[in-house]
């Protein structure tokens, strides 16, 4: 962006203290993110991408690859040096990549506001509970932030440069490069370029971009990086994207307006109240007054990410993390506004209230203090697992023979996988529930021979489950075992029932589609 005078001594001074600050401010976020993601077990969804990260493909049921690619480069460096699977080793790379996302809409910022700008969007990203505590966990969000990031600001840097330029050209080649990752990430990062696509119609003077070869030149290199992604969808029937279309907008469930309220809820508490309200008055203010062409696309980058959800909402149920993207262009437009008093001081107590809020979130996920229902604590959800795997290989070890492990949920299986001693290849009964990736591997009846066992954990009911009674016609014994709680300390957070399954006969029942 053109300086209209030179920077006085102080001013450099100012910018060289903000940039430090951002840096500073970037490094202990990620080192605190690495010292909680070494304390707290690893939650279902994690299990589930570690289990992926033993079978690399070019796409799975639920997502594409990268999440597997991150975990997978974690486990393989700590192999190298003898060590075995742990939460930080699953959870490494994956923060990492949250901490460039951090860095990345860091620089966006500054190229808006210099120093000063960068520092605040450092602060706001380490703080806001999306990414002080979204980004500990590996999940598809990690990669898909960092890319997105990483595209945008190489967006900004070619729209700040002159037209056709070699400069220009660079920069466009480079957002390509990293929108292809995206993709390769999580398929809603197809919002980027749509929206960047829609600054470029709706404003004159960035429809001038359309005369030079850099926006084609990304759009191919994106697609060349994301083609592995889509040669492995076209091999399996597009199944990974009819999944997630479905799964974001399919037929309407429910109320409406409870999920429109829902999504609302979410981000107030993901993103904080204050910070929420004041990241989407920078953006509204931004696009009634853009002050120039990157500033201009950043808004409709957050506003079109951020409206298909609202509209997502009307058909279905968004989580929270869904609209993520959308404050990496909201935060960096927050930053770099005008300093005033009054935005000042409520940015500060935004940024209090955020921390305020990761502070707690961060001390009840090691000690609970928030005295909520084990089953209904969000955090309790990783534990409890290593005791249930114990279980299980009791009641597997004195059977004859072969003897598998599994359940009819993917989270129960990938926990099981991952906490039994011998980490063997779990199966999924998948009788009943959502279809997912286990059914794309190797299945029991596929891989099983006559007389194997099966041990699986059902979900506790009164009598025998459903699932175990379709299954016990091709066993010549099933055993009801006792119940197995999943415990957080001394609070059940769930009850599993052990089922055994001595003497497989061969077949295997239909499957139940809900």
Wanted: proline share 7%; charged share 15%; with cysteine.
């Amino acid at each position: 962006m053109l300086e209209t005078h030179s920077p006085s001594p102080a001013d450099n001074r100012d910018d060289v203290a903000g940039w430090r600050a951002a840096i500073a401010i970037t490094l202990l976020a990620t080192l605190g993110r690495l010292l909680l993601a070494a304390l707290l077990p690893l939650f279902p969804d994690e299990t589930y991408y570690w289990d992926w990260s033993r079978h690399l493909a070019a796409g799975y049921f639920d997502h594409p690859p990268a999440i597997a690619f991150l975990i997978a480069t974690g486990t393989w460096m700590a192999s190298a040096v003898g060590a075995a699977p742990s939460p930080f080793v699953v959870r490494f790379f994956p923060i990492i990549a949250g901490a460039t996302a951090s860095v990345f809409a860091t620089l966006i910022a500054g190229r808006l506001g210099r120093g000063s700008a960068a520092r605040t969007a450092a602060t706001v990203f380490a703080l806001m509970p999306l990414a002080a505590s979204g980004l500990v966990i590996a999940t598809p969000d990690s990669p898909l932030l960092a890319m997105s990031a990483a595209g945008l600001y190489a967006v900004v840097r070619a729209l700040q440069s002159a037209p056709s330029s070699a400069q220009s050209l660079r920069w466009w080649a480079g957002a390509g490069i990293a929108l292809g990752l995206a993709f390769s990430s999580k398929y809603t990062s197809i919002l980027l370029p749509l929206t960047i696509s829609a600054a470029v119609l709706l404003r004159p003077s960035l429809r001038l971009r359309l005369r030079e070869p850099g926006p084609y030149v990304a759009c191919v290199l994106a697609t060349l990086v994301f083609l592995p992604v889509l040669r492995w969808n076209w091999s399996h029937d597009w199944l990974s994207f009819r999944f997630q279309l479905q799964h974001g907008l399919g037929a309407p469930k429910g109320s409406v307006v409870k999920r429109e309220l829902d999504l609302i809820g979410g981000q107030l508490g993901l993103v904080s109240p204050i910070l929420f309200i004041l990241t989407a008055h920078s953006v509204w203010r931004t696009l009634r007054r853009p002050a120039d062409d990157a500033r201009f696309a950043l808004a409709i980058v957050a506003t079109g990410c951020w409206m298909f959800f609202v509209y997502s909402a009307m058909r279905r149920a968004v989580e929270a993390n869904w609209p993520a993207p959308s404050y990496l262009a909201g935060i960096a437009l927050l930053a770099a506004l005008h300093s005033s008093p009054i935005r000042d001081r409520w940015i500060r107590r935004g940024i209090a209230l955020a921390g305020l809020m990761v502070a707690v979130i961060y001390v009840h996920a090691i000690v609970p203090v928030l005295g909520l229902p084990a089953g209904r604590d969000p955090v309790a959800r990783s534990a409890g697992w290593e005791g249930l795997a114990a279980r299980v290989d009791d009641m597997r070890r004195p059977l004859a023979g072969r003897t598998w492990v599994g359940s009819n949920r993917y989270q129960d299986v990938s926990e099981l996988a991952y906490h039994l001693p011998d980490r063997p290849h779990a199966v999924c009964t998948c009788i009943t529930g959502r279809h997912n990736q286990y059914e794309l591997w190797p299945s029991f009846p596929e891989s099983a021979h006559a007389t194997d066992n099966l041990v699986v954990t059902l979900e506790e009911t009164d009598d025998t489950h459903d699932t175990a009674e379709r299954l016990a016609p091709f066993f010549s014994k099933m055993t009801r075992a006792g119940p197995a709680p999943l415990l957080r300390g001394t609070d059940t957070v769930d009850v599993r029932r052990i089922y055994v399954f001595e003497g497989y006969r061969g077949g295997w029942p239909a499957r139940v589609e809900p």
